[in-house]
């Protein structure tokens, strides 16, 4: 590697300093362990992604891998600076590694093109790091579940450090972002803080009809109210120019009426089809910061962010960062729910538990045990080995322990939405004293 591209580096790699992290010890073979053991896995190879694959590059990661299930649009070109016209259709994951890698000597990148949930776990399990440039809520929790689920606890409910998986999460809506370090059983995951990411806002249909004060009340108005009283019975296509027109045009006429100002056809876009734009600014700045702090976890050169920072650019220039805590009954970085049974119960039995349990509610389940397969509902060849175990008690297949920690995946309704759900489960066998049988075992 070129002298002067790792230079601004070693001033962090190479040098003490009064903010390092507990564990910093600086040096040579700090910058070359870096290069070859640390493993930071991309998640999302869009808006984020790009800039995130580049800056990590530039950081002196060498070992990256990039997952993403998208194909480059045109529309994605003005900001996914990787991408040029004749990658269109092509799989996002593996033009942005092939550009990054053809720019940065040294680096290298294994593209996915395929869906997060077409991993198996263990892919997960590979990386040192996680660093998500998402632009879905389904997409950062499944992720968040499934790194949380490498966590275990001690006896004392502490988190082992050998079984924490950081993630580092950039986000960017507008002009506005954040980036936040998750470090599971340490800080809050992704699911503690689930409040941050409040449901859509939807206007009340009496404002829109009496009362609007905004530009997207009247937009919303000829979209939602209007449409259907002149043309009844046909459907609003948001992706039908003449349709958006005459919406546009109804609400320009509804802004006049009350005197509103900024009704124009891309916000008429915007609103109907809920689009935030994308800015290219934001990106640049979230994923700076996911990247430096990606090298902070790696390196211990700097403490970490503790654990939120927000960035608005709407007027000038705004940064905040807050610190969150944690949610000791979480159900994804916490301990694990708690379920407590006969040893006779058979895997089927359990199985059906898990759609019944309060907390749960999880259809579908497939079971695993420190990574064994006790029943996976697909594919279909997995289903016919495992479904043997459905008649077995669960006690049995888990070696006969009176107490562990199993994972289950599955699917959770929430609000009639269908999500891929990852728990984890304490589950501890009633009548089996596990105590005096380990005393036994440890001998004298
Ligand atoms: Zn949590």
Redesign the pocket.
């Known amino acids: 590697m070129a002298q002067s591209r790792s230079r601004d580096l070693d001033k962090l790699l190479l040098r003490h300093g009064h903010l390092v992290g507990p564990n910093f010890e600086p040096g040579p073979d700090l910058r070359d362990d870096l290069r070859e053991y640390a493993r930071v896995l991309v998640v999302g190879a869009g808006g984020l992604g790009c800039e995130l694959l580049k800056d990590l590059a530039l950081s002196g990661f060498r070992n990256l891998e990039v997952i993403d299930m998208d194909r480059i649009e045109v529309s994605n070109l003005n900001r996914q600076f990787l991408f040029r016209l004749g990658d269109v259709g092509k799989p996002k994951a593996e033009v942005a590694a092939k550009r990054v890698m053809e720019r940065v000597a040294g680096v290298n990148i294994v593209p996915h093109f395929c869906r997060i949930e077409d991993k198996e776990l263990d892919f997960y399990n590979d990386f040192s790091i996680i660093v998500l440039g998402l632009d879905s809520i389904e997409a950062r929790s499944y992720i968040n579940s499934v790194a ?1 689920g490498f966590l275990e606890y001690d006896s004392d409910d502490n988190p082992r450090e050998e079984t924490i998986k950081p993630m580092v999460d950039g986000g960017t809506e507008g002009f506005k972002g954040h980036a936040r370090v998750i470090v599971p059983g340490v800080t ?5 803080t689930i409040w941050l990411f409040p449901p859509q806002v939807k206007f009340p249909l009496c404002t829109l009809a009496e009362t609007p004060r905004t530009a997207a009340h009247c937009i919303e108005y000829a979209h939602l109210i209007k449409w259907d009283e002149v043309h009844s019975g046909k459907t609003f296509d948001p992706d039908n120019p003449e349709h958006m027109q005459w919406v546009y045009s109804e609400a320009v006429k509804r802004a006049e009426l009350f005197g509103i100002p900024g009704v124009t056809y891309s916000l008429t876009q915007g609103v109907v089809k809920n689009i935030i734009p994308a800015i290219a600014s934001t990106n640049a700045i979230i994923s700076a910061a996911c990247a430096l702090e990606t090298l902070k976890i790696a390196s211990a050169c700097s403490k970490t962010l503790s654990n939120y920072l927000t960035y608005n650019g709407v007027e000038g220039l705004h940064t905040k960062v807050t610190e969150f805590v ?2 000791k009954d ?1 159900l ?3 301990p694990g729910v708690l379920m407590e049974m006969a040893a006779s119960v058979t895997l089927g039995e359990f199985i059906t538990l898990l759609e019944d349990h309060p907390k749960l509610l999880l259809s579908r389940a497939s079971v695993t045990h420190r990574g064994k397969n006790l029943y996976m509902q697909a594919p279909p060849v997995l289903e016919e080995m495992t479904r043997s175990n459905l008649d077995l008690p669960l006690f049995d297949l888990m070696d006969k322990v009176p107490k562990d920690v199993v994972h289950v995946t599955g699917t959770t309704s929430k609000s009639d939405k269908k999500t891929s759900s990852l728990r984890k489960l304490r589950v501890v066998f009633k009548g089996v004293d596990g105590v005096s049988d380990m005393d036994t075992a440890g001998g004298a």
């Open positions: 949380c809050p995951c992704f699911e503690c944690k949610d979480c994804v970085c916490g």
